[in-house]
C-alpha cells in the first residue's frame, strides 16, 4: 500500500507544471496525498463493489485523466451522481447533476411497473393464442396412403422424426385460425360459419371445388407439406378462405393469423415448444427427395368446418366442432363428429 502510495505521489509531482501556483511543498503535498486516496478509492470499488451490498449500487465510478488546461476534473457516475471540479489550488466545486438517465438502475416502484405489464402481456396473449380453427378435411383414402408412404420413408431414415408427423386422420386445410374464450364468441363464430355456407353453398353445388396435391414444399425447413396445384380450383379455395375471413370480421372475430393466406397440407411439422421436438433442427429435403414431385391425389371438398385445436379428438382420431355440407337441399350441423367421414 505504501509503495503504490509514493507511486501516485511521485506521479502527481512529475505532472505538476512548472508555472503551477502550488509552490508550497506542504501544499503539493496535501493535494497529492488527497489525490492518491482518491485512486486507491477508485481501485477498492472496482475489485470489492460486486462482492459488498453497499457499493453494488455504484456501476459506473471511474476517474477521469488529467489534461493540460487551467481545471482538472474528476467524474463520478452513480445512482445520485455529482459533478466535482477541481481546481489548481484544491478546491473543490460540487454541482448536483440528478440521476444518470444512463444508467440500469432503475426504482422499485419502476421494476414492478415493467413486471405487471409483463404479466398483463403473457396473459394477453394467452387469450388470443388460436385454440379454433375453420377448415376443409381431407379425407380422400388415396391421399392419406400417399401421405403415409412419405412419412413412413423418412421415419425409415430417422427414427427421431415419428414425433413430427402428422397423423393422417386428421388431414385438413386451414382457411383460418381464431381465439375463442367463452360461449358468447363461439356463438357468434358459428353464426359466422353458417354465413359463409350461405353463400357458398350453390356454387359449391353446381361447380364442386377439386383440389389437387401435385410435389412437396417446405417453410424454412421446419414445416413440410404438400402443394396444391395452382389453378382454378386453387384460386377458388383462396377466395373461399377469403369469404370465411370476411363474414367472421363481420361479427368481431379476427384471424390470429395476419400472414398472407398460404394453403398447404402439412405432413410434418417441427414444433420447438415440444421437449421432444428440441433435439431436431429442421428436416432435411434429403429425407424426402424421393417424392418431390410426386403425385398425392385429389380431394373433392363437401363442406366447411369449425373446429377446436384443443378438444380431444374424436373416435376416428379427427378434431371435434362444427360441420356444414355443401348440400342445396341439406346441411348437416352436428357439435361431434363421429368418424373421420363427413356426413
Not at 62 to 71: A, C, D, I, M, V
Not at 141 to 157: F, G, L
Amino acid at each position: 500500500m505504501k509503495s503504490n502510495f509514493n507511486c501516485y505521489n511521485y506521479i502527481f509531482h512529475s505532472c505538476i507544471p512548472v508555472s503551477s501556483k502550488l509552490t508550497s511543498f506542504t501544499e503539493m503535498d496535501c493535494v497529492s496525498k488527497t489525490l492518491c486516496l482518491c485512486f486507491l478509492t477508485v481501485k477498492t470499488v472496482h475489485i470489492f463493489g460486486s462482492k459488498i451490498p453497499f457499493l453494488s449500487g455504484i456501476r459506473f465510478f471511474r476517474l477521469s485523466g488529467f489534461s493540460n488546461s487551467s481545471q482538472r476534473k474528476v467524474s463520478i457516475t452513480s445512482v445520485e451522481c455529482a459533478k466535482r471540479t477541481f481546481s489548481q489550488s484544491g478546491h473543490m466545486k460540487e454541482t448536483a447533476m440528478g440521476k444518470n438517465k444512463n444508467t440500469s438502475e432503475t426504482s422499485p416502484k419502476k421494476k414492478l411497473k415493467v413486471a405487471v405489464s409483463e404479466v398483463q402481456k403473457l396473459i394477453e396473449n394467452k387469450r388470443k393464442r388460436p385454440n379454433y380453427f375453420v377448415a376443409v378435411q381431407i379425407s380422400n383414402p388415396d391421399i392419406h396412403e400417399a401421405i403415409q408412404r412419405i412419412q413412413d420413408h423418412i421415419i425409415a431414415q430417422n427414427m427421431q422424426f415419428i414425433v413430427c408427423m402428422n397423423s393422417t386422420a386428421t388431414l385438413h386445410i386451414t382457411l383460418m385460425v381464431m381465439s375463442i374464450t367463452d360461449t358468447e364468441t363461439h356463438d357468434r363464430a358459428l353464426k359466422a360459419l353458417r354465413n359463409v355456407h350461405e353463400e357458398c353453398n350453390d356454387d359449391m353445388c353446381k361447380n364442386p371445388l377439386r383440389l389437387e396435391f401435385c410435389g412437396l414444399g417446405h417453410f424454412r425447413n421446419r414445416v413440410l407439406y404438400a402443394k396444391i396445384k395452382e389453378n382454378e380450383s386453387f384460386e377458388r379455395l383462396c377466395n373461399l378462405a377469403e369469404c370465411v375471413r370476411k363474414h367472421f370480421a363481420d361479427f368481431e372475430i379476427s384471424s390470429s393469423d395476419q400472414r398472407e393466406f398460404n394453403p398447404h397440407l402439412t405432413i410434418a411439422k417441427i414444433d420447438f415448444s415440444k421437449k421432444k421436438h428440441k433435439v431436431l433442427k429442421k428436416i432435411e429435403p434429403s429425407l424426402y427427395e424421393t417424392f418431390v414431385n410426386e403425385y398425392v391425389g385429389c380431394e373433392t371438398v363437401v363442406g366447411i368446418q369449425l373446429l377446436s385445436m384443443t378438444s380431444p379428438k374424436n373416435e376416428a382420431g379427427y378434431y371435434i366442432g362444427e360441420n356444414l355440407v355443401f348440400d342445396s337441399l341439406y346441411a348437416c350441423r352436428g357439435n361431434d363428429f363421429r368418424s373421420g367421414e363427413i356426413h
